[in-house]
């Protein structure tokens, strides 16, 4: 690969993740604060009980639109904006480096395997994976302390600047890179999307070949060719995330304030303990309706300047 044509993917990649990013910025938020296990998450229901005929308070998770509603009666519109800051800071080189590490290890990784063989599509995605959350993980901590930070309306919020202050005075260096570990057993979810992601898109080429072998450039695309892109990524994310999803509730709960959540392993069975195997699953639809478009507008965008860039 040239050096041009890693500049083209460093630069699709930022452009990819930052629309997707801002586009999809409330229902991060909202995810976000369903994952975690502040109190604020959770409303009262009063019951009458039945042997002895006292009130009682049953206490439950909101769903994604009850949790919505509260963060816009309580803290306004912008707080659905919280952490977009250093998302905006870290998406485009996030993604600029994941997919330039991914395109880098999958040429390499063609001339050692049978090319764009699932072999190569699993290291590729997995080694891409290993470096950008390497690289990255302080900022997603950032972002993250920040959604989680519920103020009322009219109360100061923590910016980033002080967060990152907060944390430094806390746990030093290290603090930036708790949920690093959390992270890592992400990959898998990053390497089922991008397996059934090259399959499907394969088969989406394979057959404009077959349906266009008279046409003299095959190369010119149009737009049935990003729709099934988008179609493509929506669908390869959500089988991935289904998967893997708990990585994301373990990931949220190591990197609160103060948490009482030390490792990945020791956090899995706290919740499970705590709060029983569906808090492993709690902001799933939250998620996955904001990772469809998400991915799919960042993998079209990621696509489309690709194809833009190299003519």
């Known amino acids: ?74 803290e306004g519109p912008r707080s659905l904006f919280r952490g977009l800051g250093p998302n905006l800071v870290g998406v485009a080189p996030s993604r600029a480096i994941y997919f330039a590490a991914y395109s880098t290890a999958k040429e390499k990784l063609n001339n050692v395997f049978d090319p764009d063989s699932t072999q190569v599509h699993m290291l590729s995605a997995g080694s891409a994976g290993f470096t950008a959350i390497t690289a990255t993980n302080p900022i997603w901590l950032i972002k993250t302390r920040l959604q989680l930070d519920a103020r009322n309306r009219g109360e100061r919020r923590m910016s980033a600047f002080e967060c990152v202050r907060r944390v430094y005075q806390s746990d030093g260096l290290r603090g930036f890179y708790r949920g690093m570990s959390a992270s890592y057993a992400g990959i898998s979810e990053t390497v089922i999307h991008f397996v059934i992601y090259e399959n499907i898109k394969r088969k989406l080429i394979e057959s404009k070949a077959n349906a266009n072998m008279d046409d003299e450039d095959e190369s010119v695309k149009d737009a049935s060719d990003f729709v099934g892109m988008m179609l493509a990524a929506a669908t390869s994310k959500t089988c991935a995330t289904s998967i893997a999803y708990p990585h994301e509730v373990i990931r949220t709960r190591l990197r609160e304030e103060g948490s009482k959540y030390r490792s990945f392993f020791q956090t899995l069975n706290m919740v499970v303990r705590e709060e029983g195997y569906r808090a492993l699953y709690r902001g799933l639809t939250t998620h996955l309706v904001r990772q469809i478009p998400n991915t799919a507008i960042m993998m079209c965008t990621y696509e489309l300047v690709v194809y833009l860039l190299n003519g």
């Open 1 to 74: 690969m040239s050096q041009r044509d890693t500049l083209v993917h460093l630069f699709a990649g930022g452009c990819g993740g930052t629309v997707g990013a801002i586009l999809t910025c409330p229902l991060e938020v909202v995810k976000t604060r369903l994952q975690s296990s502040s109190v604020t998450l959770y409303i009262s229901e009063v019951q009458l009980s039945t042997v002895n005929g006292a009130s009682v308070a049953r206490v439950s998770p909101p769903g994604p639109l009850h949790c919505l509603k509260l963060i816009l009666e309580k």
